[in-house]
């Protein structure tokens, strides 16, 4: 069959490019997604996001063995079902501050080039500043209706240490302390999927098949005409009259690349795929934030969360003179460990993450056939400097974690325990604690320079009819969780394709 578009993977980006390029009756768009229509009906249930890590509707992909982290081994999940990992993440909703999409330094992504998307993204809280909010794009957002008394003690922790508030993180003042904005309408989960592509799914304009595992990009020489893919068993194939778009992530998109032989030809001849265009950049720059925080058993009964589990953010700044906060800290209403730790049943978390890693790591093929997962090693704490940031910020959790205003919550540091004091024993707890946040980012990034694996309007370079839209071309990590941005890119992507520029 043959489509104006084909989008590949039905996840955040994706939801957005088949929603608004259908938009128009008389352009056909198909969009094929791995996973299934639906997921558990856990999915619609916000804190209830941890259970869905390693479900059915999870990739199951594992990291390398990670050298920072002693060798260790982790989960990395991902989303795989309309909505992808918007459908089974933590629902966050939060931009970057300016100075993280600045340094990209590609002319068109700027913050400033981006703020009409985000505003076009989003239907924000009534009363918030509408030069930088939107007001009635699919995505709702706001701040938690009912908060955790966690979240006010938490937050009067932070004042008394002399950080800042803002009343907005995502406006005018995106530095400070302030409720989390989240992706949760009517008490509910609010996936892309939910937000943009449901509402729509009855255009006859828009063909939507799920459990198709796209296997290959279909190359004329260097132009992309279509797609291979797999429904069960039965293979097809369908035809881009105008562009395939790649939106299957920054794991799913390198990946697809590299079967398709487009890649570091190397790398791609050692797994036995034929090179069809060089493209070094493909499943390099992987980036992620690393997350860790300091655990507190609790000294009475800890109600349970409604939301996400954290109601406080901030977002602050570990030195003196830095041009943006670089250290996100969050105020969790559950103790928030990964094995082999062992932690408190009843407790809470001041976790934190340093925003702008140093450590970049890959998605490599394993191998040639499209079901078998790639290498992934996002190389947490490898780089000495993301340790420093993460030491910084332990001290800082630590600092607030100990105010007057947390004496009534808190038993007692449980982890790292208040026996590790020293900067090695420090040291050493990030390495035994750290994870991933879950925001793969960078794998197909965006730019001119020879690393770059999409150029400013989104196209492959050295292909033709073929662009890359989602968290894969971001050139480095945003100060932020990652979903805001990849609904920014997205719509941007659709302006892009259609050759329209946003009204500012
Ligand atoms: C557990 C978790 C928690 C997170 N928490 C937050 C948070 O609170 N706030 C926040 O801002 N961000 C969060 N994130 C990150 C955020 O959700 C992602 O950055 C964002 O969803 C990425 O969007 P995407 O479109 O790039 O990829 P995805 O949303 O992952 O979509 C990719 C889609 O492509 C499909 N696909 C992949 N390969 C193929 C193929 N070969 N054929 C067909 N389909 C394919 C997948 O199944 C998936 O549906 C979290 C992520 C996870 C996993």
Not at 85 to 95: G, P, V, Y
Not at 469 to 491: F, H, Q, Y
Request: glycine share 10%; with cysteine; aromatic share 6%.
């Amino acid at each position: 069959m043959k489509y104006d578009y084909v989008v590949v993977g039905g996840g955040t980006a994706g939801s957005v490019l088949a929603t608004r390029l259908s938009e128009d009756a008389a352009t056909t768009v198909l969009l094929l997604e791995a996973g299934p229509a639906t997921g558990p009906d856990v999915m619609a249930v916000p804190p209830a996001w941890p259970a869905l890590l390693g479900s059915a509707v999870d990739w199951n992909f594992h990291t390398t063995p990670q050298h920072g982290l002693l060798g260790t081994q982790l989960p990395y999940p991902r989303g795989r079902t309309l909505g992808g990992s918007s459908s089974i993440n933590a629902m966050a909703h939060l931009r970057g501050h300016p100075a993280g999409y600045d340094a990209w330094g590609v002319d068109g992504w700027r913050f400033d080039d981006l703020l009409p998307y985000f505003r076009r993204s989003e239907t924000a809280a009534a009363g918030r500043d509408p030069k930088y909010r939107g007001t009635d794009g699919p995505m709702r957002v706001g701040p938690p209706p009912v908060r955790h008394p966690l979240a006010g003690a938490a937050l009067a922790a932070v004042r008394e240490r002399g950080f800042a508030e803002t009343p907005d993180l995502n406006g005018a003042e995106p530095e400070g302390a302030t409720w989390l904005e989240m992706n949760i309408a009517d008490g509910a989960r609010q996936s892309a999927a939910d937000a943009y592509l449901r509402p729509v799914l009855g255009r006859p304009n828009l063909t939507v098949v799920t459990g198709a595992l796209v296997t290959r990009l279909v190359l004329a020489g260097t132009h992309c005409t279509g797609v291979e893919y797999r429904v069960g068993d039965s293979p097809d194939s369908a035809e881009a009259e105008r562009s395939v778009v790649l939106t299957a992530g920054a794991v799913g998109s390198p990946h697809l690349l590299m079967l398709s032989g487009i890649g570091d030809p190397a790398e791609l001849e050692k797994a036995g795929v034929t090179p069809r265009v060089a493209l070094p950049g493909v499943g390099r720059n992987l980036q992620d934030h690393p997350l860790t925080g300091v655990v507190y058993s609790a000294s009475r009964t800890m109600p349970d969360g409604a939301n996400n589990h954290s109601d406080l953010v901030a977002a602050v700044r570990t030195a003196a003179g830095l041009e943006a906060p670089d250290l996100q800290l969050l105020f969790l209403d559950i103790p928030y460990f990964r094995p082999p730790l062992a932690g408190p049943t009843s407790g809470f978390t001041i976790g934190f993450s340093h925003l702008y890693p140093h450590s970049r790591g890959s998605v490599t093929l394993a191998s040639a056939d499209p079901t078998v997962a790639p290498i992934v090693d996002p190389a947490l704490l490898r780089d000495p400097r993301d340790v420093a940031a993460m030491l910084a910020g332990l001290r800082l959790a630590r600092h607030i974690g100990t105010a007057a205003a947390l004496d009534p919550w808190r038993d007692q540091e449980v982890l790292p325990g208040p026996a590790a004091t020293s900067p090695a024993q420090e040291e050493e707890f990030l390495r035994r604690s750290t994870g991933p946040y879950f925001h793969a980012s960078g794998t197909c990034a965006l730019g001119t320079g020879s690393a770059a694996v999409v150029d400013p309007t989104l196209a492959v370079h050295g292909v033709t009819g073929l662009r890359i839209a989602d968290a894969s071309v971001l050139p480095t990590l945003i100060g932020a969780n990652t979903n805001a941005t990849v609904l920014a890119v997205a719509e941007k992507a659709v302006d892009l394709l259609l050759g329209r520029e946003a009204a500012r």
